[in-house]
């Protein structure tokens, strides 16, 4: 069936370096896929979306890569900072039905 | 500008007792969905609702039911309550453009608890 996962389940980097968090998705039908910050005890934040007629997408010091061709997808944060600290989903959209979410990459930064 | 607003922000509940959560959307947003997130993982889709009526619905039993008023807020109803439905329940409204859905915005949830 649709699903979307996570390479990896916990990610740690060190302030101000730059962090990679990758997602793979098994639906070629996919159109749109999102990125979402999640902090403890809040709701999904939007950061950046992408749509499958793009393959790269820049937001302020985040970057969303988009290969089509293995299906995968992947969040670029640039200089890392404490703030980044939360729990990453990606989320993908098939003709603007519902959300399909991973379970999530935990991104530690570390001073 | 107020975003997505649920309430309440936390429910304790009884095994069998029956539950109603509700959302307000962002202001402009005409669409109005529901996720249940448990501990550890990533939201699920439960349903959908567009002008007042149910438009998709994810794998859940008919105890999860929901609404959407005129104003486009919407609420989600779960009865029979079981200890499995103990989770962070999310709304999400966005902007039905008649192909794609946009600026899928989430509200902080409401904790469920069930005992």
């Known amino acids: 069936g649709e699903s979307v996962g996570l390479h990896l389940p916990t990610l740690s980097v060190q302030e101000g370096d730059n962090s990679i968090i990758n997602c793979a998705y098994s639906n070629s039908a996919s159109d749109y896929f999102i990125w979402y910050k999640q902090e403890s005890g809040k709701g999904p934040q939007f950061i950046i979306d992408i749509r499958s007629n793009m393959d790269k997408r820049q937001g302020q010091r985040v970057t969303v890569l988009l290969n089509k061709t293995v299906k995968h997808l992947s969040l670029q944060i640039a200089a890392t900072q404490p703030g980044d600290s939360a729990v990453y989903f990606c989320a993908e959209n098939i003709r603007a039905s519902k959300l399909t979410f991973g379970t999530g990459t935990r991104l530690q930064v570390t001073l | 500008d107020a975003g997505v607003t649920q309430s309440p922000t936390h429910l304790i509940k009884t095994r069998g007792q029956q539950v109603t959560l509700r959302c307000s959307p962002k202001?402009?947003?005409?669409?109005v969905s529901w996720y249940q997130q448990a501990l550890g993982q990533g939201p699920q889709f439960i349903f959908q609702?567009?002008?007042?009526?149910?438009?998709q619905r994810g794998n859940f039993p008919d105890r999860f039911s929901g609404h959407q008023f005129p104003n486009y807020s919407s609420e989600l109803n779960v009865n029979a309550l079981l200890l499995g439905d103990s989770a962070l329940y999310l709304c999400a409204s966005s902007l039905w453009g008649g192909q794609w859905n946009y600026g899928y915005t989430f509200g902080s949830g409401t904790r469920l608890t069930v005992v």
């Open positions: 202001s402009g947003h005409d669409t």
């Open positions: 609702y567009y002008e007042e009526e149910e438009r």
